[in-house]
């Protein structure tokens, strides 16, 4: 065991108990999924799998999806490792990761680290595949979002709002997920990119070939 290792621990136990049951995608099993990654990046890249591991379990507590406002998921994460860790280089590190990872419509700046970059990777990848299309839907049925809707072009889409419950399901692949491909920071990330993308390209044709809808 690591020196870290009972603190490690005991940000699991408080992030199953946020998010358990949480029906947006953000649930208890993206976080295992995206630290399960997250360590497999950080170990082909030499990244510090602390960093890492306790970024990628704590990353979505903080979602301001989840949250009142940023600043307030931000500082419960914050007072909870404050409470449970005097070691203030690895929180600044840790905190430094969640206050910058999201997506945000693309507008966040490059991640400053290599621990960064890993867990954004995990997170993207996350939102990829087969398991990206489900969290796309349920996402979209928890913000109200309806499939799909032809009459609605991507420019109009476009305009909206990033998180605007106007959008479609199927347009979020065009404004994020489909981009996220080249989007990857590690090379082995971008590895794991490629089939899931695949894919995703290939469930869209399927989609569109049984969509049918009478002129």
Known sequence: MTKHSEFIQQAEQFVKRELSGEASGHDWWHIERVRNTALEIAGKEQADPVVCELAALLHDVA?????????????????????????????DQVMDIISTMSYNGGKNPPMKTLEGQVVQDADRLDALGAVGIARTFVYSGAKGRIIHDPGLSEEILAQEDYRSSNKTAIYHFYEKLLKLKDLMNTSYARELAEQRHAFMELYLKQFYSEWKVRD
């Open 63 to 91: 979602d301001e999806k989840l949250n009142d406002s940023k600043e307030a998921g931000l500082d419960k994460v914050r007072s909870w490792m404050l409470g449970h860790t005097t070691d203030l280089d690895l929180i």
